[in-house]
C-alpha cells in the first residue's frame, strides 16, 4: 500500500507519496472552497479488457491546526 498526502494552506498545495513531497505548488483558483476531487489517470494500464481498478483505504480528511 502506498500513502499519498495532499496538504493545503490557503493557495499553498504540496503533495506527498510514502512520505516524499512530489510537488509544493500556489494555485489561487479555489482558495475559499471547501470541496475536493480525486482524479486517477493510467492511458498505459487500462482498456476495455483490462480497467484499471482504484481502491481507497483509510481515507482521512482534517483540517490543518
Known amino acids: 500500500w502506498n500513502k ?3 496538504v ?3 493557495s ?8 516524499t513531497q512530489l510537488f509544493n505548488i500556489t494555485d489561487t483558483t479555489f482558495t475559499d ?8 489517470q493510467s ?4 482498456s476495455a479488457s483490462n480497467p484499471l ?3 481507497f483505504d483509510n481515507v ?3 483540517k490543518i491546526p
Open 53 to 55: 481498478k482504484i481502491r
Open 8 to 10: 493545503r494552506n490557503g
Open 4 to 6: 499519498l498526502t495532499v
Open 43 to 46: 492511458k498505459d494500464l487500462n
Open 12 to 19: 499553498q498545495l504540496r503533495g506527498y507519496l510514502n512520505g
Open 33 to 40: 472552497e471547501r470541496k475536493f476531487g480525486i482524479f486517477l
Open 60 to 62: 482521512q480528511i482534517f
